[in-house]
């Protein structure tokens, strides 16, 4: 049986809800309650703190030794110094992949700024994680950022074809738009975290798009996990499908196996 | 309950307060909405048809007679008789021919906001004839449709017609918003449905309204019933405060 993995999770605090929030231990006590064993994390506030590298240095302590966590560094690469604390995380934190926030640091992640990351990343062989959208825009009271839509997906899964991507956020028709270029490629994942419908969401994503190419993401702890994980459970779509999507397409793509 | 809705847990009784008919597909709707009554399986599914922002008065007959359609074909299925205010005394005839075809509940979407007079005949139509009223609800920092109800149109509506019983959809669209609006008005419930499963939404509703005022609904078939169980499944709640969501407080509040 595959083990099943969490594509994207956070620790810390959320800044605009006060219940959006999770520590280490809360985190992996609501993956053994529902059997994840396995997630990629990253600190909440390294994507809100100019200052990032203190709350990577905190989480990569507070997750060392647990092999559950896998830690992907948040990379704002608007920063001037990206390059050398993304080496430092690599050498002395040991993070498993990078981590693109660009709705909240203000880049189109087809621009040349994100270029520079995608290009660090392949030179060493580093999954990157990008956030198309977090937080539901319509409830972007405090700060309203922009998304990015399927045409700057697109571009940067084309441009960039050697580089193993996770795209996070991508909405139900998203995908169905995706699907004819994402089906060939192997080295890109689409998350779940923002498939709220429709009915049979899985099982219509099926006609058009390989399901190997989808992976169990939940935005934890803006999002709960037991609604993508209902919706996969109780899916008609094959248990090889099943398990692949709940942790094995991951397990491949970032060479558990 | 260990979270999970697994054939192990045994099957947990589910009343789905808040579906939808689109006319436009009416007959994709009514086989898909069945095919969720069985697989899930929901006692009792409450359903409202659907058809652009605002209709003729004709268009709102063919949208009823396409939800009767499926009330005449499963006992499982309630309606909630979609009305337009706008077409005054129309609307009243349209929502006395509906509860005379049996449908229990009266359903306003966008075509008025839930404080507008427009709908304070209705309101008191509906309060007549004991039909509780479902309530297009949600408010946006972005994107407000026209005459799309905030919480706070309905929290007027609810002390203006303490009499109604008010279905809140989506809790307001933000449960925040939603829940402080009506917080203090005991004549206004709410479902979760069709937004996404937020961390703390539900916990947040139980604590500010009671689990008592907290009715389930899935928005199916544009949302899927699974994602939104999961929202119950997955709050820190009791048991009880769980049942009470995806059943009790429907089988006490709803016809």
Redesign the interface.
């Known amino acids: 049986m595959t083990v099943w993995m969490d594509a994207n999770i956070f620790v810390g605090q959320f800044p605009f809800r006060s219940v959006a929030r999770a520590s280490v231990s809360e985190t992996l006590s609501r993956m053994n309650s529902l059997g994840i064993s396995g997630a990629i994390v990253s600190p909440m506030e390294a994507v809100f703190q100019e200052d990032s590298w203190a709350a990577e240095e905190t989480l990569a302590e507070a997750i060392s030794g647990m092999t559950q966590f896998m830690h992907f560094k948040v990379v704002n690469p608007k920063q001037p110094w990206w390059q050398r604390d993304a080496e430092r995380a690599v050498n002395s934190l040991h993070v498993r992949g990078l981590r693109l926030c660009s709705t909240y640091h203000g880049y189109l992640v087809n621009g040349a700024k994100a270029a520079e990351v995608f290009e660090f990343a392949r030179e060493r062989d580093l999954p990157v994680l990008v956030h198309c959208r977090m937080q539901d825009s319509r409830l972007q009271w405090l700060l309203m950022t922009p998304e990015a839509d399927v045409s700057e997906i697109s571009a940067v899964i084309e441009r960039f074809p050697q580089n193993r991507l996770i795209i996070a956020g991508l909405h139900f028709s998203d995908m169905l738009a995706l699907a004819d270029l994402v089906n060939d490629r192997e080295n890109v994942l689409l998350d779940t975290s923002r498939l709220k419908g429709p009915w049979r969401t899985f099982e219509k994503l099926a006609e058009r798009l390989d399901l190997s190419r989808l992976a169990f993401g939940s935005l934890w702890p803006i999002n709960l996990p037991e609604c993508p994980l209902e919706q996969i459970r109780n899916a008609d779509i094959g248990e090889p499908a099943r398990e692949g999507i709940l942790g094995g397409n991951l397990a491949r793509l970032l060479r558990l196996a | 309950m260990?979270?999970?809705?697994?054939p192990e847990d045994g099957p947990l009784k589910v009343i789905d307060a808040h579906a939808h008919i689109w006319l436009s597909q009416a007959e994709r709707d009514r086989r898909?909405l069945v095919?969720?009554l069985d697989?899930v399986p929901i006692e009792r599914i409450y359903v409202s048809g659907l058809h652009g922002h605002d209709q003729s008065p004709d268009t709102v007959v063919r949208i009823n007679d396409a939800v009767h359609e499926m009330l005449a074909a499963d006992p499982r299925a309630r309606g909630q008789a979609y009305l337009n205010p706008r077409h005054g005394q129309h609307a009243l005839e349209e929502l006395r021919r509906c509860h005379d075809l049996g449908f229990c509940m009266v359903k306003l979407w966008v075509a008025t906001r839930a404080d507008d007079p427009l709908n304070f005949p209705v309101y008191e139509a509906a309060a007549a004839l004991g039909m509780p009223l479902l309530l297009h609800s949600?408010v946006?920092?972005?994107?407000q449709l026209l005459n799309e109800s905030t919480p706070w149109d309905v929290a007027e509506a609810a002390r203006r017609y303490p009499e109604c019983t008010f279905l809140m959809a989506h809790m307001g669209?933000?449960f925040i918003f939603g829940c402080e609006s009506v917080a203090e008005l005991p004549n206004v419930f709410v479902d979760p449905s069709?937004?996404?499963?937020?961390?703390?939404?539900i916990?947040?509703a139980v604590q500010r309204l009671g689990a008592d005022r907290v009715i389930f609904g899935s928005?199916?078939?544009?949302?899927?019933?699974?994602?939104?169980?999961?929202?119950v499944?997955?709050?820190s709640i009791s048991d009880a405060e769980r049942e009470a969501i995806l059943h009790r407080n429907a089988e006490r509040v709803l016809p």
């Open positions: 260990s979270g999970f809705l697994t898909e095919e969720a697989k949600f946006k920092a972005r994107g669209g933000d069709g937004s996404y499963g937020e961390k703390g939404m916990e947040y928005d199916m078939p544009g949302s899927d019933i699974y994602h939104n169980l999961g929202k499944v997955g709050a």
